[in-house]
């Protein structure tokens, strides 16, 4: 597509529960980028990959939290048991790699609300 | 790890107005990027300068990387310019992640 898109625009869940979240970077695009943002913030780093590997996933909050990208193109994040404080907005972004081509363009992002 | 501050947090606008927002990090730069958020929550690419200036219409930004500031400026603002401007970078020799500033949040009356 042209840009990066995100399902499901909106997720609702229960506290407890297992959600994952999809992200189709810009075709083409090698790096794939994870953040969070909650309400009033700047958008948080979660995790990067560079093809099909993590490379760095300092991001994440806690062990509930799991990225992949298993061919190196679309990306599901995953958390387990959901707490109320994962409720945020998980944005999406892809670029052609780094430095030069390092410019990120982001998805419109998933509203996660867990109840 | 490298800090973002931005000026001012708010900034309100009668239509026409011209304005100036600036970005401050602690630390050498690969990479600055300026957003607009729009009332959606979509981040809106405006800017990739992590040097230089560039000019795209109504819109400008300047980063003078040596002294690690980046400006950017808005003239004759229309209410359609509303919403949150991010300022955010990537620190040289580290991870390729943006570190985001808390935004400035432009309000332009018409």
């Known amino acids: 597509g042209a840009g990066v898109s995100q399902t499901p625009s909106n997720k609702v869940t229960e506290k407890g529960k297992y959600v994952e979240l999809r992200c189709d970077p810009i075709s083409g695009h090698t790096a794939l980028y994870w953040y969070r943002q909650s309400l009033g913030q700047g958008p948080e780093f979660l995790i990067y990959?560079?093809?099909?590997?993590?490379?760095?996933d300092s991001g994440l909050p806690n062990d509930r939290f799991f990225a992949v990208r298993p061919e190196g193109s679309v990306s599901t994040l995953k958390i387990q048991r959901t707490e109320r404080g994962d409720s945020a907005v998980y944005l999406c972004a892809s670029s052609w790699g780094t430095s030069d081509v390092g410019e990120q363009f982001f998805g419109p992002g998933t509203r996660l609300t867990v109840l | 790890g490298i800090q973002v501050e931005q000026s001012p947090p708010d900034l309100i606008l009668q239509e026409g107005a011209n304005s100036t927002l600036r970005c401050n990090f602690s630390?050498?730069?690969?990479?600055l990027q300026w957003f607009h958020q729009n009332p959606w929550g979509q981040l809106i690419n405006l800017f990739y300068i992590p040097s230089g200036t560039k000019q795209n219409g109504r819109l400008s930004a300047t980063t003078v990387a040596t002294e690690r500031y980046s400006l950017l400026y808005i003239s004759s603002s229309q209410t359609t310019d509303s919403g949150v401007y991010f300022c955010a970078v990537v620190a040289q020799g580290g991870s390729e992640k943006l570190v985001f500033g808390k935004g400035t949040k432009l309000t332009v009356n018409p």
């Open positions: 990959f560079q093809g099909t590997g993590a490379a760095d």
């Open positions: 630390d050498s730069v690969n990479n």
